[in-house]
């Protein structure tokens, strides 16, 4: 049995209001639903990695929130990656975000590039994230789906090895606001507009909504 997810993580899904997607956000994200749709129809499983360059920000809040979503609207079989073109470590910010919105988030590791787990709903696995480069050995190496989340590793990776099919979905880097007055907004920002377009994209997959 589907167990329910964290109340306020069900609160923020709740709030999203898909309606105020721009057209022109719906048809760059038109292609990966047509490949989520796709995967479904012939009952495979879905593995995607979400790509950024430093694989510190957005693609983790990808990460997350697209398990997040398609636990929500019941995607069976499908598990969620991300890499960079280079490893750093996942910000502090990111986790603290996720954290006022909702999530239940342990920390497993005090290095360099920590460890975190990142749980959504009580009875489900977390999502595992650090900061790796795409091709890591704990990501696929092939039949993924690669969504790139950032302009310049959009640029960097005209070809990304294994993946069947690429997706540039970029988003704008909360980074830039780093130790300013602004960084709390902007990161919480940056998290909501992800959450509103994965609600948006697995809504159009889902059984309840095949338009």
């Keep these: 049995?589907?167990?329910?997810?964290?109340?306020?993580?069900?609160?923020?899904?709740?709030?999203?209001?898909?309606?105020?997607?721009?057209?022109?956000?719906?048809?760059?994200?038109?292609?990966?639903?047509?490949?989520?749709?796709?995967?479904?129809s012939n009952k495979?499983?879905?593995?995607?990695?979400f790509i950024c360059t430093h694989n510190s920000r957005r693609s983790h809040l990808s990460?997350?929130?697209?398990?997040?979503?398609?636990y929500h609207f019941e995607i069976k079989?499908?598990?969620?990656?991300?890499?960079g073109t280079e490893a750093t470590a996942m910000f502090p910010k990111v986790a603290e975000t996720l954290s006022k919105q909702g999530f239940s988030i342990q920390k497993l590791s005090e290095t360099s590039n920590p460890v975190y787990a990142i749980k959504y709903a009580e009875s489900e696995h977390p999502v595992i994230c650090f900061s790796k480069t795409y091709d890591d050995a704990f990501n696929p190496n092939h039949g993924f789906g690669a969504i790139m989340t950032c302009d310049s590793a959009n640029e960097a990776c005209p070809m990304v090895m294994g993946a069947e099919g690429r997706f540039p979905i970029t988003y704008e880097d909360p980074k830039a606001f780093d130790g300013t007055a602004l960084q709390d907004e902007k990161y919480l920002e940056r998290s909501m507009q992800i959450a509103m377009e994965m609600k948006y994209v697995f809504r159009k997959v889902s059984k309840e909504n095949p338009s």
């Design 1 to 40: 049995m589907k167990t329910q997810l964290l109340s306020k993580i069900e609160k923020t899904i709740e709030s999203l209001d898909v309606s105020t997607i721009s057209d022109e956000r719906k048809q760059i994200l038109q292609p990966f639903i047509d490949y989520l749709k796709s995967k479904i």
């Design 44 to 49: 495979q499983p879905i593995r995607l990695n």
């Design 63 to 70: 990460q997350v929130w697209a398990q997040t979503l398609a």
């Design 77 to 83: 079989d499908m598990q969620c990656f991300s890499g």
